[in-house]
């Protein structure tokens, strides 16, 4: 965790992979969420998920390989904390105690109304 500003923002990176598809093409992978109140009942979710890559020809995989199957599992998270938000199905999840403050250098965002979401390098 690099940033947590509750109840508007969290930012998060990796840099230690198992997948060799990524453990041997990305220096690591950045996320932020940004929470914004539309109304009452409707909140705008903005994501930003960005790989860091360890070379030009890692780049190129990474934005035309990797991404395409990143793309899903993203989609299929944004569904996932959908569900939970909207049916309270908050079980095991944790945040920090206090907040971690940090510089994130987050670039590109992605924007989703829990129905949209797509990633950036």
Do not use: C
């Not at 250098?105 to 924007?111: A, F, K, T, V």
């Amino acid at each position: 965790m690099q940033k947590w500003e509750a109840p508007n923002t969290f930012a998060y990176k990796n840099e230690e992979f198992t997948s060799p598809a990524l453990k041997y093409t990305a220096e690591r992978v950045e996320g932020e969420w940004f929470f914004t109140s539309l109304d009452e009942h409707t909140t705008r979710i903005e994501w930003t998920y960005r790989a860091v890559p360890k070379n030009f020809f890692a780049r190129l995989f990474i934005r035309f390989v990797l991404m395409r199957f990143i793309t899903r599992m993203l989609k299929q998270a944004m569904n996932i904390s959908k569900h939970d938000l909207e049916t309270g199905d908050l079980v095991g999840a944790q945040f920090p105690a206090s907040p971690v403050q940090s510089n994130s250098g987050m670039q590109e965002r992605s924007i989703s109304e829990f129905n949209r979401s797509t990633v950036a390098i």
